[in-house]
């Protein structure tokens, strides 16, 4: 659902997994992120992904698991994609994808 990671879920006992809690705290870490992103939506949602201002090829090649290049094209793919109603994959959209 909102693909929190075990960092973002204390355990206190709760399925993570059930969505009331799963989205809850989803929607509680965007807020941080919105926030630390001074309101920038589209930064907000590709920091929440995995994107950050400045990832470029290099860094991401320092990353064990090569799914980090996806997080490169992450607003390409949603805003000119999704967001459009568009698959991004049925069009090749981005130039960096994951081969692994």
């Avoid at 997994?17 to 809850?24: D, L, S, V």
Wanted: charged fraction near 10%; aromatic fraction near 14%.
């Amino acid at each position: 659902m909102m693909q929190i990671t075990p960092d973002k879920f204390l355990s206190d006992g709760s399925d993570c997994y059930g969505p009331e809690i799963n989205i809850g705290i989803g929607a509680r870490y965007f807020k941080t992120v919105l926030d630390q992103n001074n309101g920038n939506l589209a930064a907000a949602m590709g920091n929440y992904n995995g994107w950050y201002f400045g990832l470029t090829v290099a860094l991401a090649n320092n990353y064990a698991v090569c799914a980090q290049y996806n997080n490169l094209d992450y607003l390409q793919n949603v805003f000119n994609g999704y967001l459009q109603g568009v698959d991004p994959s049925s069009l090749n959209m981005g130039i960096y994808h994951n081969t692994c």
